[in-house]
């Protein structure tokens, strides 16, 4: 079982940067692949970045490529989202999720945990 928390969201202008984070319970966190998702108002949840188990293949939306990172560091259980040149249409609640097999799939089904997600608004 793995326990999943994530906070750094809030409210940001157009153009800033917000750094997420999500930090997982267990000793078994570095085997497992990691994502972000987001759902934004009146919309279905999609992918927005993943990471794989060793940190060494990464995946991302094409809505986010050139301005989100995703990163881990398993020493701390922790996945991160570094988001730059934020747009009013990022704004959302982002989740994280941790797949068991370490693929870095935008597949949401492949997800087993969740957390209960934080909100990030960006202003025009």
């Known amino acids: 079982q793995v326990q999943l928390v994530e906070s750094g969201g809030g409210l940001v202008q157009a153009g800033g940067s917000l750094r997420l984070s999500c930090a997982a319970s267990?000793?078994?966190?570095?085997?497992?692949?990691m994502g972000w998702f987001r759902q934004a108002p009146g919309k279905e949840r999609e992918f927005v970045a993943a990471?794989?188990?060793?940190?060494?293949?990464?995946n991302y939306a094409d809505s986010v490529k050139g301005r989100f990172a995703i990163s881990r560091d398993n020493a701390k259980n922790t996945v991160y989202l570094q988001m730059n040149s934020l747009k009013p249409e990022d704004t959302a609640v982002y989740y994280c999720?941790?797949?068991?097999?370490?693929?870095?799939?935008?597949?949401?089904?492949?997800?087993?945990?969740w957390g209960q997600g934080t909100q990030v608004t960006v202003s025009s």
């Open positions: 990471i794989s188990w060793s940190g060494g293949h990464t």
């Open positions: 267990g000793r078994t966190f570095s085997t497992y692949a």
């Open positions: 999720a941790a797949d068991r097999f370490g693929l870095a799939t935008m597949e949401e089904k492949a997800y087993d945990y």
